[in-house]
């Protein structure tokens, strides 16, 4: 079936720091993939999508390329903030079903 | 637009009492869906509705019953609560997930349930 692996946390940075979360993907045909946010107490935001392959999703700085080759689709920021601080979720969805399988979400903490 | 509502945002109970977990949309979605999260483990799909009247299990389904009876509502049963049942539970709704036409899935604020 499908998965989704990424790196385990918490990641923690300072400011301005330059982030990378890695995601590997399992997945029949292809699949479209996502990044969630999770900020504290709160439920999950779609911080960006890749439907097809060489896509690059981008938003609010973040940013992150659907790689079929290496089943990848890592997160990256090139300076994070304090209000980056949260839990991020990759994701996925088979063309052929019509639910999300996530990966087991990556906790950043930024510091000043 | 209230967006995706849940409630209660807390509750606890006792190993075999049962609950209903309220979930509601005002965007008329069509699709609802249940996840259940745990620690290191993302969400995992319970239970699914592509639309009222029907509806569909996830990976998840055992020890949980819904039903979706108008667009708007789509509310989770817990039956007779077990301690493995302690968890975060949200909803989740779009307008359509069929095949490659994908729309955004807006998740609620989530539910904290306690089963001792």
């Known amino acids: 079936g499908d998965s989704v692996t990424q790196m385990e946390g918490p990641v923690t940075l300072s400011e301005e720091a330059f982030l990378t979360i890695n995601c590997t993907y399992t997945a029949t045909g292809y699949p479209s993939l996502f990044w969630y946010v999770q900020y504290p107490g709160e439920g999950l935001q779609l911080l960006l999508k890749a439907t097809k392959a060489d896509d690059k999703g981008s938003n609010k700085g973040f940013e992150a390329t659907y790689r079929k080759e290496t089943t990848s689709f890592h997160l990256e920021k090139g300076s994070v903030q304090v209000s980056d601080s949260a839990v991020y979720f990759c994701?996925?969805?088979?063309?052929?079903?019509?639910?999300?399988?996530f990966g087991g979400g990556t906790r950043l903490m930024v510091k000043p | 637009n209230a967006g995706v509502t849940q409630t209660p945002k807390f509750q606890v109970l006792k190993t075999g009492q049962s609950m209903t977990l309220q979930c509601a949309q005002d965007m008329n979605h069509e699709y609802m869906s249940w996840y259940r999260q745990d620690p290191g483990m993302g969400l995992r799909l319970i239970h699914y509705s592509v639309g009222a009247g029907i509806t569909d299990q996830g990976e998840v389904p055992n020890g949980y019953n819904v039903s979706r009876s108008t667009t708007e509502d789509f509310p989770l049963r817990l039956l007779s609560a077990a301690p493995s049942q302690t968890s975060v539970y949200f909803c989740a709704s779009s307008y359509s997930i069929v095949g490659s036409s994908y729309n955004e899935q807006f998740f609620g604020p989530g539910t904290r349930l306690t089963v001792l």
């Open positions: 994701a996925l969805m088979s063309n052929a079903g019509n639910m999300l399988t």
